[in-house]
């Protein structure tokens, strides 16, 4: 079931044992359930994005239009995946100073290209992004910001034993979800064997 934002307060009160306001303020919550998205957002990696980035020649780095991205899945050029480097790495591996990229790196906010463009190239960026905003949520965290904001509840009721309980598992399950939805193994020549065919005698 998806959760409204109103819903998941009222989810979240009705867990805690108090359905009218009294000692969790509305705000409490809501600040709660932002905060759990921020979390999830960055710790899970459940928010992606893509934009297309032109490079132009002479020019080595480049910001994104989308100033939430904190990390890179990839970049693509003319439908090929560039090899992400170090920045360090950047003078030392063997490219032209200039010319076509091949390798990208991602610091403080920034794309760095190697070699240095030398003409105009349109490319593709897949990168991960933060959020405060409860509706940016895809559904299957809904219940993940459910126990954050739980957990938090207990917090100030000081209730430390179940808040800890309730956080370890929250953080488990964050690990979980991260591995099972988000993660992507590149495949291998074992992922992709095929079983030899088997033949039955009638």
């Given at each position: ?119 105009t190239y ?46 370890s598992w929250?953080?488990?399950?964050v690990q ?27």
């Open positions: 079931m998806a959760y409204t934002a109103t819903q998941l307060r009222a989810e979240v009160r009705r867990i805690l044992n108090e359905t009218t306001a009294a000692f969790y303020t509305d705000a409490d919550i809501d600040a709660w359930i932002v905060d759990a998205v921020l979390d999830l957002s960055v710790k899970a990696r459940c928010l992606e994005g893509a934009v297309d980035l032109t490079l132009t020649a002479g020019d080595q780095n480049y910001v994104l239009s989308d100033t939430t991205a904190i990390g890179i899945e990839a970049v693509l050029l003319d439908g090929l995946g560039l090899a992400k480097v170090r920045p360090r790495q950047f003078g030392h591996l063997n490219a032209a100073t200039a010319g076509k990229p091949v390798a990208y790196a991602h610091f403080v906010g920034q794309l760095y290209f190697m070699p240095i463009p030398d003409t349109l490319t593709h960026v897949l990168y991960w992004k933060y959020s405060s905003t409860y509706t940016d949520l895809p559904e299957e965290y809904q219940l993940l910001a459910l126990m954050y904001a739980v957990r938090q509840g207990k917090l100030k009721a000081r209730q430390y034993a179940e808040a800890a309980q309730l956080y929250y953080v488990q399950e979980f979800a991260r591995d099972d939805l988000q993660d992507r193994e590149p495949d291998s020549k074992e992922t992709l064997r095929l079983v030899d065919r088997i033949s039955y005698n009638a």
